[in-house]
């Protein structure tokens, strides 16, 4: 436990005397922060216009109109900034070769990923952290539905934990930082598309499509429906990937 | 304190290191010499846990370096030739890392950084960023992440390389007094290094140990007689002719070219024989001039050229190694 937290300690400290967290913190911020603006001037539009027609007025409600299509964006700004996140943790430890003295601590494997992965872990939760200012902004002027928010927001951060696994295995598998950006976020994408050829699949290809896009289990939780399976999805995908991870290291015990 | 048994290890075609067994004693500085490539790094890598021997076993305290790793990897500290230190951290910052995830508890790590940055003397560069300090400064940097949780053993690769002759001193120095209690294991291709710091050295050369001994033994194990050194102005065949009238001589042979009509002489004799006193009556007698007469104990360097150069004979070539 005490490895974790050192080595978690000082992953953080990296990402942030790096420009990474800044870096990331900033354009996330930005961009969400712009699409907000943009919904919530919808979303705006859409209440002056049920003013004259009550049938809009019916599904008019902050989590529909702006929470919903928010997340939706967003995901897209994950899949670019989660590999990003990720990609320095093991792959700039071999380049610099600190990873030699890394692996010759006595901090047993499953730490040393844990501590990684807790902390590029954290900094995504800080990430999505700062738009909850935007329920809470936007609270001040409408009754916001805490439920479907809330539940949005764990959807997110699941998804989140599931990209930054996936990454996470990638970094340990190159010592290049750039090749473990693309790579990670190749595979993210992949796994967000792979929810649009479901589409044009049979019915059983369909399931499965479904099944594996990241994306497909995310939007329930924005529906606010919360549902076991989905919780589990994303669990498994991201200790899955953690497992893949922690083989990767071991075998670098073994393969020389 | 280390126990290496019949350790090879192999990349895919390529070995490094070959049936390689030795053992260290506690409290023993034990000098790893070689050419670069030869295997020492691939041995302390083994030796650290970073990477497995393909066959063979290797025991640090105790506690084999495969199955008991963690407990092993406890009682090490290790300083890779490279020095890969994390450099956006202050220096005090990285050493608290390192404690930290070394296991040090948390009530002894402010004391024991302070303690391993004083035996450094990096204290007055507590503050700086890693990125920014000399090449000398990070090398102690390097040593303190090793010593700071007070390991029984030490590892270091190629500690002085890379230094001017100002801070190889004081790394020397630093080295020695950090012996004792502490076994030390370093490896080096710089021969006098080994002399004046280690208690026994193993030579290996292509993956394979060609000698393991102190530095004191391999000296008179190699030199089967002994050698003294002349300068003299002279004909140089009468000179010679003279030289191996005396008692006691074997062999002269004139080594290098003429200077200023100087030539320097080999001269080998029986061993425990000094000739020099007889040398020196005789160039004085026929009026050359002497310039120099001393003897010639084959250096370190030397004896390991030759045991190097007899294994490299003795071996087909072509067995290259990966340091």
């Known amino acids: 436990m005490a490895h974790i937290l050192a080595i978690f300690k000082k992953e953080i400290r990296a990402y942030f005397v ?19 603006w943009i919904v919530v001037g919808v979303y705006q539009r859409a209440g002056f216009q049920s003013m004259m027609n009550p049938q809009i007025a019916q599904g008019l409600n902050p989590s529909d109109w702006v929470f919903r299509p928010l997340f939706s964006f967003l995901s897209v700004i994950v899949l670019f900034l989660m590999p990003a996140i990720t990609a320095r943790l093991f792959a700039e430890e071999k380049r610099q070769g600190t990873a030699e003295l890394l692996f010759t601590y006595p901090i047993r494997d499953v730490e040393l990923l844990l501590g990684k992965f807790f902390a590029a872990t954290a900094l995504a939760l800080a990430m999505l952290g700062l738009t909850l200012a935007y329920p809470l902004l936007l609270g001040l002027f409408v ?42 976020f190749g595979a993210a994408l992949l796994l967000w598309l792979i929810g649009w050829a479901a589409d044009g699949a049979g019915p059983t290809g369909r399931a499965v499509l479904k099944h594996l896009s990241l994306l497909e289990h995310r939007e329930s939780f924005a529906k606010g429906v919360l549902e076991t399976k989905d919780i589990i999805f994303f669990l498994n995908f991201t200790f899955f990937f953690l497992f893949l991870t922690l083989r990767s290291l071991e075998s670098k015990r073994w393969r020389g | 304190m280390i126990e290496v048994q019949n350790l090879t290890e192999s990349y895919g075609p390529v070995t490094a290191i070959e049936d390689v067994s030795f053992t260290v004693g506690r409290g023993e500085i034990v000098g790893f010499l070689g050419p670069n490539g030869a295997g020492k790094t691939t041995t302390m890598r083994i030796l650290t846990g970073y990477m497995p021997p393909t066959t063979g076993t290797a025991q640090v305290a105790g506690f084999d370096v495969l199955a008991q790793s963690l407990e092993a990897r406890r009682r090490i500290g290790y300083l890779p030739e490279s020095v890969p230190l994390y450099g956006e951290f202050r220096v005090r910052t990285y050493l608290d890392f390192v404690a930290e995830a070394k296991g040090v508890p948390s009530r002894d790590r402010r004391a024991r950084v302070d303690e391993a940055m004083e035996r450094c003397a990096v204290t007055d560069v507590a503050g700086k960023l890693v990125s920014t300090l000399s090449r000398g400064y990070r090398q102690r940097v390097g040593l303190a992440q090793a010593l700071v949780n007070d390991p029984e053993v030490l590892i270091l690769d190629e500690p002085t390389v890379g230094l001017d002759p100002q801070q190889i001193v004081e790394i020397r120095r630093l080295i020695k007094g950090l012996a004792g209690r502490r076994t030390i294991i370093l490896s080096t291709h710089i021969l006098p290094e080994v002399s004046m710091t280690c208690d026994r050295v193993i030579i290996i050369s292509r993956g394979r140990i060609v000698a393991v001994d102190t530095p004191g033994n391999l000296t008179a194990q190699v030199q089967k007689s002994a050698n003294v050194l002349l300068q003299v102005e002279g004909p140089p065949d009468r000179v010679m002719a003279e030289i191996r009238r005396l008692e006691g001589v074997q062999r002269v042979a004139p080594r290098g070219d003429a200077v200023d009509g100087r030539r320097t002489y080999l001269v080998e004799s029986e061993r425990g024989r000094d000739v020099r006193v007889a040398l020196a009556a005789a160039m004085v007698k026929n009026g050359w001039g002497l310039y120099e007469l001393r003897p010639a104990d084959l250096s370190l360097e030397e004896i390991f050229l030759h045991l190097v150069t007899d294994e490299a004979a003795a071996h087909q070539p072509g067995r290259a190694a990966e340091a």
């Open chain 1, 18 to 36: 790096s420009p990474v967290a800044y870096g990331v913190l900033t354009i996330f911020a930005l961009v969400a922060g712009y699409y907000f």
């Open chain 1, 143 to 184: 009754p916001i539905e805490w439920g479907p928010t809330l539940t949005g927001y764990l959807g997110m951060a699941l998804m989140m934990m599931a990209f930054l696994a996936v990454g996470t295995l990638i970094s340990s598998l190159t010592e290049h930082q750039l090749i473990a950006f693309t790579v990670s």
